[in-house]
């Protein structure tokens, strides 16, 4: 099976811009999540998406947002970027059974977002 | 609230030998899964090994064993026969208990630096 894809790869923007990035799971895999990794704050997830209905979000503002299509590629939008939105924007992708402890996530290689 | 910590910012290992990364976990679920993912400079986290607490035995995969110590809280990810390809960042993760809404996201440690020395 084709891991899981991420588009671009490498974006830079200025601030007040916005930016989409793209992400294509595991063929089968339903649940999609976002998390954002920093030098400063590490690894922290943004939310999950399965069968195109947010599912869990994480403790982000507003500006971040995302969807997820009925073929289960996901979207994450950030709007009115700030310098801190810089970071690596890694999406994962697993079977997303509920209540499933299992259930593994296998990344993609992520988006690396600057923000001038 | 879940917490890991990973105490160990960064590690080097002669090449061939064994090493072994370590995590502590706390949470209040009884039923949890712990996983250990590799991230190389190219950015991409590569999963490595799970181990559920309800597992009896401790996990393994090739080169890669979890010592799995419950009552300790602890999951410390042990790699033989070290590679130089090994050297990159270890993170290890968890995810709580049976989420009725069915809740799915991970919650990362700091990471461990590796590197392997020829």
């Known amino acids: 099976k084709a891991g899981v894809t991420q588009t671009p790869r490498y974006l830079i923007k200025t601030r007040g811009q916005q930016v989409t990035l793209s992400c294509s799971p595991i063929s089968g895999h339903r649940s999609v999540s976002w998390y954002q990794q920093t030098p400063g704050q590490g690894l922290q997830f943004l939310f999950e998406y399965f069968s195109e209905t947010q599912r869990n979000k994480g403790n982000f503002p507003g500006r971040f947002s995302g969807r997820q299509f009925s073929n289960s590629r996901s979207e994450m939008n950030v709007s009115t970027l700030e310098l801190g939105d810089s970071a690596l924007y890694l999406c994962?992708?697993?079977?997303?059974?509920?209540?499933?402890?299992?259930?593994?996530?296998?990344f993609g290689p992520g988006t690396r977002l600057t923000v001038l | 609230a879940q917490k890991i910590t990973q105490t160990q910012p960064g590690m080097f290992v002669q090449e061939k030998e064994a090493v072994t990364l370590d995590c502590t976990y706390d949470?209040?679920?009884?039923?949890?899964?712990l996983f250990w993912y590799k991230q190389p400079s190219s950015g991409e986290m590569i999963f490595l090994i799970y181990?559920?607490?309800?597992?009896?035995q401790n996990a393994t995969e090739g080169r890669y064993s979890l010592n799995f110590q419950k009552a300790r809280k602890s999951a410390n990810l042990v790699i033989s026969a070290s590679q130089l390809g090994d050297s990159a960042m270890y993170f290890c993760?968890?995810?709580?208990?049976?989420?009725?809404?069915?809740?799915?996201?991970?919650?990362f440690g700091t990471g461990t630096r590796l590197t392997v020395i020829p």
């Open positions: 181990q559920g607490s309800y597992d009896q």
């Open positions: 993760a968890m995810r709580g208990g049976e989420d009725q809404t069915g809740a799915n996201n991970l919650f």
């Open positions: 994962a992708s697993s079977d997303g059974l509920a209540g499933t402890i299992t259930d593994t996530q296998y």
């Open positions: 949470t209040s679920d009884p039923s949890y899964g």
